[in-house]
């Protein structure tokens, strides 16, 4: 699996979040696996995006797409405080563990 990781700084996450919301690239036509959205407990104008896909190839595709049609649309652009920061990574190893 491939993930493409990508952070931002937001100006409001509310606004942030309804934005993501619209899927303007249709993330599971565009080949996202899944999606996780997190953010630091002490920095709440931090979103932390990780898009699953199959190939590194789709995963590579699809982020000039972001910058290009999401990151500049009206409403993401608005909600962006500076240029977010990206990086592919794979997964090498994935467990989860049962609870003692």
């Given at each position: 699996m491939f993930t493409l990781r990508i952070e931002h700084t937001v100006r409001d996450f509310r606004?942030?979040?309804r934005a993501?919301?619209?899927d303007l690239l249709g993330r599971g036509a565009a080949g996202v696996r899944?999606?996780?959205i997190s953010r630091p407990l002490d920095e709440k104008n931090v979103a932390i995006l990780e898009l699953d896909f199959d190939t590194e190839e789709a995963a590579a595709e699809f982020l000039?797409?972001?910058q290009n049609?999401?990151?500049k649309s009206d409403l993401m652009s608005?909600?962006?405080a500076e240029a977010p920061v990206t990086k592919i990574v794979e997964t090498i190893a994935m467990e989860s563990?049962?609870?003692p």
């Amino acid at each position: 699996m491939f993930t493409l990781r990508i952070e931002h700084t937001v100006r409001d996450f509310r606004m942030w979040m309804r934005a993501f919301d619209r899927d303007l690239l249709g993330r599971g036509a565009a080949g996202v696996r899944s999606y996780k959205i997190s953010r630091p407990l002490d920095e709440k104008n931090v979103a932390i995006l990780e898009l699953d896909f199959d190939t590194e190839e789709a995963a590579a595709e699809f982020l000039p797409r972001l910058q290009n049609e999401v990151w500049k649309s009206d409403l993401m652009s608005q909600a962006l405080a500076e240029a977010p920061v990206t990086k592919i990574v794979e997964t090498i190893a994935m467990e989860s563990l049962a609870a003692p």
